[in-house]
Every structure is written in structure tokens, then in C-alpha cells.
């Protein structure tokens, strides 16, 4: 099965072509393409990259991986648009994936192992913050995914060994930075048959949606 896997949630946008194979075989990354944020080119143009590397037309395309985030809302709700309109146009399977869990592979990949600490910046003071513990073999979530003020951060920080996140240096002593890869999500995708509709992908924000309901209009009266 051949996917394309799109993660723009952090500065680093990527996507790749990557070939899920049955069974134990590991997914093979057949091509990838990754820009910065702000020096970006339209995605379309970066996809049209990552399959010409990987000499694929886009009919070859079976389904997509998402990285839902937590992290920019803009690229992952853009990330998903993408998805949306790529299955109303051709019969592809679509399933979503956490860039939290795509930091830990990310983490694992680098020989980052222990205890480690996923921080990404939420705004507003706070941070996403998520504990893994990864080995060599593998990884496996030890404190499940939140959101955590500054100073609750810096407390659950202080509990691992190393913390990683796309800015995490900005705010964290003996922080490292990373990004999460769409080269990776193909991993986080193998073994799944959760595919969903696009109109059900849905960013991970953690936090309650808020809105203010207009008033009703005036209605103008004649003198």
C-alpha cells in the first residue's frame, strides 16, 4: 500500500511516499520532501516533489497518514484540508496520528532513549507535554498527553532525562530540538485499520472550544 504521509505541525513542514507492506515487513520510505514554514512553496508543489522522487503519479497515492498535531493549529488544520479534498477526489483511506507520538519515534530514531519528555509549545502560556519511555526496540507512552502551565511543566520536565520539542530549547534547560517527520508516520500508521472520513479528522487542541454567539439582528424601524 502506497501513502502519503503530510506533517505540518511544526516550523519543518514534510510529507512522504511511504510503502506499507504486509505482515512484519518495516514501511519502506520511498521518497520525502521537507521545507520551513515562512520559506514554504504551496504544499501541492512539495507533494509533486516527494512523488517525483519516489516516480509516482498521484493515482498510485491508496491513503494518507495526518499528524494531527498538538502543535501550529494553522498547518495541521491546512494538513487536513489537504486529506479532505485529496478523498473527495480519488478513493483513499485517511487515518490521523499524534506528532506527540511521532516526537517519540523521532526520539528513538536519534538513540534518545529513557526517559523522555515531549514539550510543545500551546500558546498562552502553557504547553503540551507527554512522557515516553523509549528503547531501542521501541516506545511506549508513560504519561499521557496534556496541556501544563509553565510551571507544571517545568515539574514534569524535571522527572526525565531528556526533553525534546520543536522550540523546547526556548523554554527548557537541557532541552533538545526536534521536529516530527512524516517519514516516521508511516510507522505510527502500520497495523492500523481505523481509516476515517475526512470530515471527521479533527486536530488535536485539548482544550474546550470556545465561541461567542452572535446577537440576534436589529431590526431598523421606520421614523
Not at 69 to 94: D, H
Not at 96 to 114: I, M, T
Not at 180 to 202: C, I, M, Q, V, W
Request: charged fraction near 25%; charge should be neutral.
Amino acid at each position: 500500500m502506497k501513502v502519503l504521509a503530510l506533517e505540518f505541525s511544526s516550523a519543518v513542514r514534510s510529507i512522504a511516499v511511504i510503502a506499507l507492506e504486509s505482515g512484519s515487513a518495516p514501511p519502506v520510505i520511498m521518497a520525502s520532501a521537507a521545507e520551513e514554514k515562512g520559506k514554504a512553496s504551496r504544499p501541492m508543489a512539495l507533494i509533486e516533489l516527494a512523488l517525483k522522487a519516489a516516480r509516482l503519479e498521484r493515482e498510485a497515492i491508496e491513503g494518507l497518514v495526518i499528524a494531527l498535531g498538538p502543535g501550529s493549529y494553522t498547518g495541521v488544520r491546512s494538513a487536513i484540508a489537504l486529506a479532505q479534498g485529496w478523498q473527495l477526489a480519488r478513493s483513499v483511506t485517511l487515518i490521523g496520528v499524534s506528532s506527540a507520538d511521532a516526537l517519540a519515534a523521532a526520539a528513538k530514531e536519534k538513540g534518545w532513549l529513557g526517559h523522555v519528555g515531549v514539550v510543545i509549545d500551546a500558546q498562552r502560556g502553557e504547553f503540551y507535554f507527554a512522557g515516553y519511555e523509549v528503547a531501542a526496540s521501541g516506545w511506549q507512552l508513560a504519561d499521557p498527553l496534556r496541556i501544563a502551565t509553565n510551571e507544571e511543566a517545568e515539574k514534569l520536565a524535571a522527572d526525565y532525562e531528556t526533553i525534546v520539542g520543536p522550540e523546547a530549547t526556548k523554554f527548557f534547560e537541557r532541552a533538545r530540538v526536534l521536529c516530527p517527520e512524516a517519514k516516521l508516520l508511516g510507522g505510527l500508521a502500520k497495523g492500523r485499520s481505523d481509516f476515517t472520513a475526512g470530515e471527521n479528522l479533527e486536530p488535536i487542541y485539548l482544550r474546550e472550544t470556545r465561541f461567542l454567539k452572535a446577537p440576534p439582528p436589529r431590526v431598523a424601524r421606520g421614523l
